[in-house]
């Protein structure tokens, strides 16, 4: 089954998606990753559908990508009498350390961290930001904050602190119990949120391991101020526009997308962008052009994937709208100002062999016009080197590794196919003719460029590059 398209779709799962036969509608109208939210269901829902998806990629025949996305710590006040109370503009309200029932004289915050780093002149967002405090006097066990934005401040309702780097690891109790679930499931990538600093990542791919890509979400402003060390310490970036957005001024995030988006191409990993891109569809069959335009704005950039979250999980449209995101990515990348725009923003390249062997297959593919290019690979790497150049043709990636398939299934252009191991390079030419005619990417007598590494296997060996007709 080929994309005719190079962006990759992530959907998330959740009650209107569950089912096999609507999991299975979902990937048919175009979704490459299936995302797995750990903040909601239990572990036998996850199981379930997690089977469901295996079961589907053994009768489609393709591999099919499974993301874990961890809950996080979350940042709530506690239980208030009544249910909510109202704050005005210029109100002072008095924070305690305590998870005991409050009130307007006392509202519960019961999160010690918060109390170790708040200082006078730190902001505190209540429900997405609908509500704004400033702290004006900070104690051991409280604060005192006036009142910037007014609004209700209801019972639980999230806290975001963007001025305020917390001592806090992002990997809770449930979420240490969750990874391991889902790292003996088998999923393909875990997400980790709340990410401030690069010792945030190697705190989790030290419990992962080799066992599953690291996706690090950038949704906190003091991420941002280590974000290179981020990128280099992860195997995957996703801009959660959704957080990042309440945590800095709304008129910044289109800007920081775009220096995310080109960081991780620089760095050779996949970036994702997620996050109310299609969010009306929810509830209607059909997006805002805003909307339309968000996601192709993301394409332009050069995203690797876009995501699906609620228009998927929870919305009345879930296939509609999986269509409708397949339909923007296809028409954007066919636009005729797609090719300059992608290239305008290409990094530059490295001064590596295996960087320039994939470059000179990237461009001397194009030169010739195949109609595809041919990648074996290990790792997944020399994929990655070849993608970030963006190419005007498909990227097929022959491995025999089944978890390097299904990873792959993120990464842009890239159609993977699990491949049997073959032990000398015209072994290799022979299989690359064979499979790109098997897969609909060439026809007899047309010319393919393969790349790979000599001797077959070890990864970062990428130094052979072939001309072959098919």
């Excluded at 097929?396 to 049997?420: D, F, K, N, Y």
Aim: proline letters at 6%; hydrophobic letters at 45%.
């Amino acid at each position: 089954m080929r994309r005719h398209r190079r962006a990759k779709i992530v959907a998330t799962v959740g009650p209107a998606s569950a089912s096999p036969e609507m999991l299975r509608r979902l990937h048919l109208a175009g979704v490459d990753t299936f995302r797995l939210n750990f903040s909601h269901g239990t572990h036998d829902d996850h199981a379930a559908v997690f089977a469901a998806i295996r079961a589907l990629e053994t009768e489609v025949g393709m591999p099919i990508g499974i993301l874990q996305d961890l809950q996080g710590p979350k940042i709530r006040v506690g239980r208030i009498a009544g249910g909510k109370i109202q704050a005005e503009v210029g109100d002072r309200l008095r924070f305690v350390l305590s998870s005991d029932e409050g009130g307007a004289d006392a509202i519960p915050l019961p999160h010690p961290e918060i109390f170790a780093a708040i200082a006078p002149g730190h902001d505190l967002l209540i429900d997405d930001g609908r509500v704004r405090v400033r702290v004006v006097e900070a104690a051991r066990d409280e604060l005192t904050a006036e009142v910037v934005v007014a609004g209700a401040i209801s019972d639980r309702k999230g806290v975001n602190l963007p001025g305020t780097p917390l001592v806090l690891s992002p990997l809770t109790v449930k979420d240490r119990a969750d990874l391991a679930f889902g790292l003996e499931l088998g999923v393909d990538w875990v997400a980790l949120s709340f990410v401030q600093k690069p010792a945030d990542v190697i705190e989790a791919k030290a419990l992962i391991g080799a066992r599953a890509g690291l996706v690090a979400k950038i949704e906190k402003p003091q991420a941002l101020d280590h974000i290179d060390d981020i990128i280099r310490f992860s195997d995957a970036i996703m801009v959660a526009r959704g957080d990042l957005g309440v945590e800095i001024p709304p008129e910044d995030v289109p800007g920081r997308q775009k220096e995310l988006v080109r960081a991780c191409r620089r760095a050779v990993k996949p970036v994702i962008v997620a996050t109310q891109m299609l969010d009306s569809m929810v509830a209607s069959p059909t997006p805002t052009r805003a909307e339309a335009s968000d996601v192709a704005t993301a394409i332009y950039d050069g995203a690797d994937a876009v995501m699906l979250s609620a228009e998927s999980a929870t919305g009345a449209y879930p296939v509609e709208t999986v269509e409708m995101m397949d339909r923007i990515i296809r028409s954007t990348e066919s636009h005729k100002l797609y090719r300059s725009i992608v290239q305008a923003t290409q990094p530059g390249e490295e001064d590596t062999p295996p960087h320039a062997v994939a470059a000179a297959g990237a461009d001397l593919a194009e030169v010739i016009r195949a109609p595809a290019i041919v990648v074996y690979t290990s790792s997944g790497s020399t994929c990655g080197r070849i993608a970030r150049k963006r190419p005007a043709l498909p990227i097929l990636a022959l491995t025999p590794s089944q978890a390097v398939a299904r990873r792959l299934r993120l990464m842009w252009g890239v159609h993977s196919v699990l491949s049997r191991a073959v032990g000398n390079f015209e072994a290799m030419v022979a299989q690359a003719a064979e499979l790109t005619r098997s897969q609909g990417f060439a026809a007899a007598r047309d010319h393919i460029v393969v790349v790979s590494g000599a001797p077959a296997g070890p990864s970062g060996s990428t130094n052979n590059l072939r001309v072959v007709e098919v």
